[in-house]
């Protein structure tokens, strides 16, 4: 008997028996289900945590000083020297003085807007873009310019889109606004991303007294390590000790998160690849009885001279077609659910999360529902082809 023929008297079987053969099935529609929608969310979720830190800047490395020391001070000086000494693995750097209290503008107060302090180089280093105006320059830097630039919230909530030559007060100082910022996400809110002012540190110096972070751009981001250690090492020497600094990169954080992400999708799609298990203990246990049912048959077979690999070679084709059967059910319910949960996760969320199941994931899941037709499927085969021909065909 060739494999075709196999097949198709598989089918048979399995399309006369429909109610018993998708009960057969459902755990394993279930696993591949649940393991494709499980690793697509990881994937989204995976996605979506590497955007959210690209627009926080992974080539970046952020020196915070906690304290100056007791014996040395560490000035923006300071700071600019050492990324201008290692031009291989610094291009450009901002010291940035994040200012606490409330914004005036007019009568009004902005209570939510970020203020903070930084360079004229912040823009490219923050990817940011002026919409309107100009940005800060270094003459606003040398000079201790009372100047500014806003979000384009603030552009549109306050000044009606006309916030250019404008002033505000910040800590009680006035400053004129010379630049309004292109949006940065997709809406505008208070508190959001595009509420945010940004003037010279030098001035914001003069509020909060102190700076106390940096932010610093790699010259190659495949470098990070070494990058790292370099200004490490520069700071240490400056210091002489690590307790008065600390380097974040976020980078490093972001490969954290992805790994840990990983393991709870392995860890969650290993939980529901044992669905699969019960669905191959189902099919063992419904060609056990199809066995026993078929007895005669098998009787009548052997008797006309079929030989034992054909008994085997039906029976475990008939489960394995099962266990694929259910295989492609599970998959394209596992992707049908994955777009139900795109939806629903979207309306949850501030952005979008695509829940995104791999090509080798589904391959996978599909592989692994065969195997394990084959694997569950191969001792009642071996029962069959192993039937006495003489009992088989006494059996009532």
Known sequence: ?????????????????????????????????????????????????????????????????????????????????????????????????????????GSETASSTTVSGVSEDYNTIDGLEIQKGRGLQYSDIAQRGKVCVIGAYLDLAYYGGNAVGQTLRVGGQSLSIVGVLSQQSDEMEEGGDDDCIYLPYSTASRF??????????????????????????????????????????????????????????LVLAGIAAISLVVGGIGIMNIMLVSVTERTREIGIRKAL??????????????????????????????YGLSMVATQVIGQLIDGTLIVSPTVSAVALAFGISVGIGILFGYLPAKKAARLNPIDALRYD
Do not use: H, W
């Not at 929608?37 to 590497?50: F, H, P």
């Not at 700076?211 to 200004?231: C, G, M, Q």
């Open 1 to 105: 008997m060739s494999f075709l023929e196999s097949l198709s008297l598989a089918l048979k079987n399995i399309v006369s028996s429909k109610v018993r053969t998708l009960l057969t099935m459902l755990g394993i529609i279930i696993g591949v289900a649940a393991v494709i929608v499980i690793v697509g969310l990881g994937n989204g979720l995976a996605n979506y945590v590497t955007e959210s830190f690209a627009s926080m800047g992974t080539k970046n490395l952020t020196v915070m000083v906690m304290s100056r020391g007791s014996t040395r001070t560490l000035d923006v000086e300071d700071i600019y020297e050492m990324v201008e000494e290692n031009p291989t693995y610094f291009s450009l750097c901002s010291p940035k003085a994040t200012l606490s209290g409330s914004v005036k503008i």
């Open 305 to 334: 001279g079929a030989k034992e690999r054909y008994i085997m070679q039906q029976f475990v084709i008939e489960a394995a077609t099962t266990s694929a059967l259910g295989g492609i059910l599970g998959i394209l319910i596992g």
């Open 208 to 265: 909060s007294g102190t700076i106390s972070n940096y932010v610093i751009t790699l010259r190659d981001e495949d470098r990070l390590a070494e990058s790292k250690t370099v200004l490490e090492d520069a700071l240490y020497a400056y210091f002489e000790s690590d307790d008065f600094y600390k380097i974040v990169s976020m980078s490093e954080i972001l490969d954290t998160m992805t790994s840990m992400i990983n393991m709870l999708v």
